[in-house]
């Protein structure tokens, strides 16, 4: 009977991580989105001659959208 309880802790707590592990992922692909879409607003601030030295694509900026664009 010992040896059912620990092994139901066991998979309690693996399945444990695996929710942490796969909240922290969910929560640093929100803030790399976040990151992209900040300084998306900012390259669209600028000419398009300044952005082809950079080698951006306006169309492809907006794609990805902006600070204010829809993701």
């Known amino acids: 009977m010992a040896i059912a309880t620990t092994t139901g802790i066991g998979v309690s707590r693996a399945n444990g991580k695996g929710l942490i592990h796969k909240a922290f992922n969910r929560m640093i692909t929100a803030r790399e989105r ?3 879409r900040y300084v998306n607003g900012y390259l669209l ?14 169309r492809e900026l907006e ?9």
Request: hydrophobic share 30%.
């Open 34 to 36: 976040q990151a992209r």
């Open 45 to 58: 601030s600028l000419d398009d001659a300044t952005l082809a030295s950079y080698g951006y694509d306006r």
């Open 63 to 71: 794609r990805e959208g902006g600070i204010n664009g829809i993701f």
